[in-house]
């Protein structure tokens, strides 16, 4: 069965260190991946997402993420982190070519300390 | 352009009562798919609806049924409430032929 893991459920950072988020998936064949993030009571925005070709891919608010086949990872990363990225982020996969569902990581927190 | 827009956005219900949420997606996408996000869990997939059928389920009973009308806009409808159906509601469109999906703010359902 398709899953994401996302190991760390809550991550504190302070404004202007470098994030990492982590997100490991298992996957019959290489998936679509996707990264989104969600305020609080809000819905999902869609951060960035890989198809194929170049495996660093770039996104919204200066976020990146970097897909790595041998090791089904698609981490996502900041080099500067602001007050306002504080919010909750999912990893998600989808069959490769197919419009269906979601699969969804149970997500990581991120707090921003001044 | 409106995006995806959902109503109510908060709704509070007791058990074993039924509940209808509605999903207007954003202009010319066709495809609606809904999700349960349970607190401090990722969304999980409910089903999705294209030219009016349902066109694939995630493992939900079938207390959970839905509808899309000919507008595309669609509704979620749970019957005999229980309280761990409490949950935010997401409501995501998309164009059959692009994989990107807009998502809604969602209905925030609270069973007591």
Partial sequence: AQSVTQPDIHITVSEGASLELRCNYSYGATPYLFWYVQSPGQGLQLLLKYFSGDTLVQGIKGFEAEFKRSQSSFNLRKPSVHWSDAAEYFCAVVRRGGSEKLVFGKGTKLTVNP | ?112
């Fill in chain 2, 1 to 112: 352009d409106a995006g995806v827009t959902q109503s109510p956005t908060h709704l509070i219900k007791t058990r074993g009562q039924q509940v209808t949420l509605r999903c207007s997606p954003k202009s010319g996408h066709d495809t609606v798919s809904w999700y349960q996000q349970a607190l401090g869990q990722g969304p999980q997939f409910i089903f999705q609806y294209y030219e009016e059928e349902e066109r694939q389920r995630g493992n939900f009973p079938d207390r959970f049924s839905g509808h899309q009308f000919p507008n595309y806009s669609s509704e979620l409808n749970v019957n005999a409430l229980l309280l761990g159906d409490s949950a935010l509601y997401l409501c995501a469109s998309s164009s059959l032929l692009n994989e990107k999906l807009f998502f809604g703010s969602g209905t925030q359902l609270s069973v007591l």
